[in-house]
Nanobody, 124 residues
Framework: QVQLVESGGGLVQPGGSLRLSCAAS????????MGWFRQGAGKEREFVAG????????HYSDSVKGRFTISRDNAKNTVYLQMNSLKPEDTAVYYC?????????????????WGHGTQVTVSS
């Protein structure tokens, strides 16, 4: 397993942007697909975006497609989530996850390591 630590959350106005980072420890980061999930108050955790081990394949939920971009830097053991045109409904705790496999999954069961999350609040 890898240890994951998210950062970059905060309070932002509607229409604004944030970039989340997820720093991973361990030598296996570069061989694992990574994902971002989120959980709003009173809601179930949902898939946001995923990226394959070599960054050649990405996948997004319909609710964030065209606004969010996932990327990774294997030399820095870090995955990012650039969030633009934020909406109040994007408010949630955002979690980074490592899959343990090469390929992207949109299912929580496809991920074996999780961070503790970072709060994103979109409000005026």
């Amino acid at each position: 397993q890898v240890q994951l630590v998210e950062s970059g959350g905060g309070l932002v106005q509607p229409g604004g942007s944030l970039r989340l980072s997820c720093a991973a420890s361990g030598r296996t980061f570069s061989t694992q697909a990574m994902g971002w999930f989120r959980q709003g108050a009173g809601k179930e955790r949902e898939f946001v975006a995923g990226i394959a081990w070599n960054a050649r394949n990405t996948h997004y939920s319909d609710s964030v497609k065209g606004r969010f971009t996932i990327s990774r830097d294997n030399a820095k053991n870090t995955v990012y989530l650039q969030m633009n045109s934020l909406k109040p409904e994007d408010t949630a705790v955002y979690y980074c996850a490592a899959s343990g496999t090469f390929y992207v999954s949109s299912s929580q069961s496809g991920y074996g390591s999780w961070g503790h999350g970072t709060q994103v609040t979109v409000s005026s």
